[in-house]
């Protein structure tokens, strides 16, 4: 079986690539756990300086897989094996990104994207919500900002993405970015995370659990089913006037 997240190494970054073009990268059961495994291996390779977390064709991740979901526990410790990782993570995005992808790229330490990409927290419109990347995107995201685009579902485009904290820097920074990290020491660049992810960790330690349970129950709802019916066939759900 072809893998869904591929590895290559360049001077101690690590660079894992989503690797499913043909389902828009959607965070599938498998995908997730090639991710989570990829990730754990990085972190205990003392060659590894840092991971830069990136994707082919021409969508980063298109939120979770309707077909074949990832269970909310598993994405949740996901997004927590980025955080907690004693390397850097660098996201690397050229193309769209939506939903949960968005929480991908909020639990990254480091976020570049082209200019030319786009992004979307289009949860509300299948009946659901942003519920578990709550936990990456909240304590990095203006608030005003996540109010608008968890409410309305609007594309934004990557200098907005900037302003509003989702991203570092647009990718003409990744070049300086990768270059610095190559200049830390292993130490210097673990308890640097360490004290830079510390607020993101406790909004796991106080809201995850919450969080998780939330997001099954909006799942398993008739609305979300008739959300997400709609989608996958096409067309608008019963509540759009």
């Not at 291996?41 to 994707?55: I, N």
């Not at 786009?118 to 005003?144: H, N, W, Y």
């Not at 330690?205 to 709609?230: I, K, N, P, Y």
Request: aromatic share 6%; glycine share 8%.
């Amino acid at each position: 079986m072809t893998a869904v997240v591929t590895r290559a190494y360049e001077r101690g970054i690590a660079t894992l690539t989503l690797d499913a073009p043909d389902s828009r990268n959607a965070l599938s059961a498998r995908l997730v756990a090639e991710l989570a495994q990829a990730l754990g291996e990085c972190g205990e390779d003392p060659a590894v300086r840092a991971v830069v977390l990136t994707h082919t064709g021409g969508t980063f991740s298109a939120g979770a897989d309707l077909k074949a979901p990832p269970s909310p526990y598993a994405f949740v410790a996901l997004l927590r094996r980025i955080v907690e990782l004693p390397k850097p993570v660098v996201a690397r995005v050229a193309g769209h990104v939506r939903a949960g992808g968005l929480g991908l790229v909020g639990a990254c330490d480091v976020a570049v994207a082209t200019a030319g990409s786009d992004f979307a927290l289009t949860e509300a419109r299948i009946g659901v919500a942003p519920a578990v990347i709550s936990l990456t995107l909240l304590p990095k995201v203006d608030a005003r900002a996540a109010a608008r685009y968890y409410l309305t579902g609007e594309r934004f485009d990557a200098a907005e993405a900037v302003r509003i904290g989702l991203l570092t820097a647009l990718d003409d920074a990744f070049e300086p970015v990768v270059d610095g990290l190559r200049k830390g020491s292993p130490q210097g660049l673990a308890e640097s995370k360490r004290l830079v992810t510390a607020r993101v960790l406790a909004t796991f330690e106080r809201d995850a659990e919450d969080l998780v349970q939330r997001s099954a129950s909006l799942f398993a709802s008739a609305e979300a089913r008739e959300g997400m019916t709609a989608f996958l066939e096409r067309r608008d759900p019963a509540w759009v006037w």
